[in-house]
């Protein structure tokens, strides 16, 4: 079957603008995080939705940072006036038991 | 806080073993293990939970050592497949669903 599918799979955009990248998880699994990977780092927690229970934002570094989940299914994190220190790789995962499956990534680079 | 994984960085010639290690200065819950091999997405290996809970794939066995907040992934008889980037994950507070990954341990097998 289908797995968690993110887009766009790579995004270069200038300082300051905002991005928004999306992801697709796999059909009923009602958990969804997003995470980020920097060169050499491991992954770095950034917020967590359960059903239709109020998401964990502790992750998210800074207001610039927010993300939604409609329907409970499509997720889309935004990242305001981007900053060169947001370039990572950005990775989404849905949750089947103990299992999260994650997908292929978003590269943002901001130059 | 985040894990300490050792080594950083192993090579193994193939049919050698190798531990990989993972260790918390928090009481920890679960701890979670997950292989990334280069441009990929990270995939699920083993969970350990506390009060020796593991689930997991076939041919990978791993310890948590509750008491000294580690735990040890082995890798025995390895294959050029095992080849990747090793994150432990680990969670505490009685819940396990907010993980915080160690920077990893780059595994390369050669021939």
């Known amino acids: 079957g289908a797995g968690v599918s993110q887009s766009p799979s790579n995004k270069v955009t200038e300082k300051g603008k905002d991005v928004e990248l999306r992801c697709d998880p796999i059909s009923g699994h009602t958990a969804l995080y997003w995470y980020r990977q920097s060169l050499g780092q491991g992954l770095e927690f950034l917020i967590y939705?359960?059903?239709?229970?109020?998401?964990?934002k502790s992750g998210l570094p800074s207001d610039r940072f927010s993300a939604e989940r409609t329907g409970g299914s499509v997720s889309t994190l935004t990242i305001q006036r981007t900053q060169q220190e947001d370039s990572a790789v950005y990775l989404c995962?849905?949750?089947?038991?103990?299992?999260?499956?994650f997908g292929p990534g978003t590269r943002l680079t901001v130059t | 806080q985040q894990p300490v994984q050792s080594p950083q960085a192993v090579i193994l010639r193939e049919g050698e073993d190798a531990v990989i290690n993972c260790s918390s200065s928090k009481a920890l819950y679960s701890v979670h293990w997950y292989r990334q091999k280069h441009g990929e997405a990270p995939i699920f290996l083993m969970i350990?939970?506390?009060?020796?809970e593991q689930k997991g794939h076939d041919k990978i066995s791993a310890s948590f050592n509750e008491k000294k907040q580690q735990s040890s992934l082995y890798l025995t008889a390895s294959q050029l497949s095992y080849s990747g980037t090793y994150f432990c994950?680990?969670?505490?507070?009685?819940?396990?669903?907010?993980?915080?990954f160690g920077k990893g341990t780059l595994l390369t097998v050669n021939p």
């Open positions: 939705f359960q059903g239709n229970s109020a998401p964990d």
């Open positions: 994950g680990t969670s505490s507070g009685g819940s396990n669903y907010k993980l915080t």
């Open positions: 350990l939970l506390k009060g020796g």
């Open positions: 995962a849905s949750l089947q038991g103990y299992e999260q499956y």
